[in-house]
C-alpha cells in the first residue's frame, strides 16, 4: 500500500462566500516561525539510508504519476524502500518538508508498509519493524500523524496537525486502537535520527521482554473490559 496524505479535495478558490483573510486559515499548515536547521532534514536522509530507506524528490511525472492527488505532499511505500516528496520541495528544507519527511518515516517504522529489515555493519540482515500493513488506512494516518507531532514537539515546535486529522478520525476511534507503545518508540528513534552520528540500534532482550509484558497487559485489560460489558448487559 502506498501512503500518501491529502489535504483538501477543493481550493478556496473552488468556494463561494466571504472572502477569507485570516492568516491562521489561510496557511494553517505553516509550522512555527523561526529558522529551521537544514542540518536536521539531511541527518535524517542520511539516518534513512543506514536501515535501507532512500528519500528521494523526484521529477513531477514521475511523482504525480503515484500520487493520488497534486496536494499529495509525500508517498511513502514506493517499491517497498523509497519515499518521495512532492516536487514543490526541491530547495532548501523548510519545516514544511521536514514534517512531511517525519509522516513518511513513521509510516515505514510503524511497520504501515510490511515489516522493515535493515544490515548491519557485518552484513547480518536485522529486523527493525514487523508487518502493520492490516491497518485500515485511518489509523496508519493517524499513527504516522501521531508520531510526526511528537517529534515536532521534541524540537520545541507546535506542529498544525489538527486539521489533517480530522480527516481520518471517526466517531468510535478510541486509544486502544492505536499502539501508543510503539508510537512513542518510533518517535523517540526518528528524533534520534536526526544527529549526525545516529546509528540503528536492536531492543535489547530486556526490552523486548518489557514490550512483551505490557501488551501482554494491554491484551488482558481489553478482555477484562468485555467481560465486565457482558456481565452488565
Known amino acids: 500500500m502506498i501512503f500518501g496524505p491529502v489535504e483538501f479535495v477543493f481550493g478556496l478558490e473552488d468556494t463561494e462566500g466571504r472572502e477569507i483573510t485570516s492568516d491562521s486559515i489561510l496557511n494553517w499548515w505553516k509550522e512555527s516561525d523561526g529558522k529551521f536547521d537544514e542540518n536536521v532534514f539531511h541527518n535524517t536522509v542520511s539516518s534513512c539510508a543506514k536501515i535501507g530507506l532512500s528519500v528521494k ?95 515536532f514537539g521534541k524540537f520545541g515546535i507546535e506542529k498544525q496537525s489538527e486539521v489533517y486529522l480530522a480527516n481520518y478520525v471517526m466517531g468510535k476511534m478510541s486509544a486502544e486502537m492505536f499502539d501508543m507503545v510503539l508510537i512513542t518508540k518510533v518517535s523517540g528513534m526518528i528524533f534520534s535520527m536526526s544527529k549526525k552520528d545516529w546509528k540503528p540500534r536492536i531492543p535489547t532482550q530486556r526490552e523486548k521482554l518489557r514490550d512483551n509484558l505490557r501488551k501482554n497487559i494491554k491484551i488482558l485489560k481489553n478482555h477484562l473490559a468485555k467481560v465486565r460489558a457482558n456481565n452488565y448487559e
Open 57 to 151: 524528490i523526484p521529477e513531477p511525472s514521475k511523482y504525480f504519476n503515484q500520487a493520488s492527488s497534486i496536494q499529495t505532499k509525500g508517498l511513502a511505500g514506493i517499491e517497498t524502500s523509497e519515499i518521495y516528496l512532492n516536487p514543490s520541495y526541491k530547495g532548501n528544507p523548510t519545516y514544511e518538508s521536514y514534517g512531511v519527511l517525519l509522516h513518511e518515516i513513521a509510516h515505514e517504522l510503524l511497520g504501515h508498509c510490511g515489516e522493515r529489515k535493515y544490515k548491519d555493519k557485518k552484513g547480518n540482515t536485522k529486523l527493525l519493524i514487523h508487518n502493520r500493513s492490516n491497518l485500515t488506512k485511518d489509523i496508519a494516518e493517524i499513527e504516522a500523524e501521531l508520531t510526526a507531532w511528537i517529534v
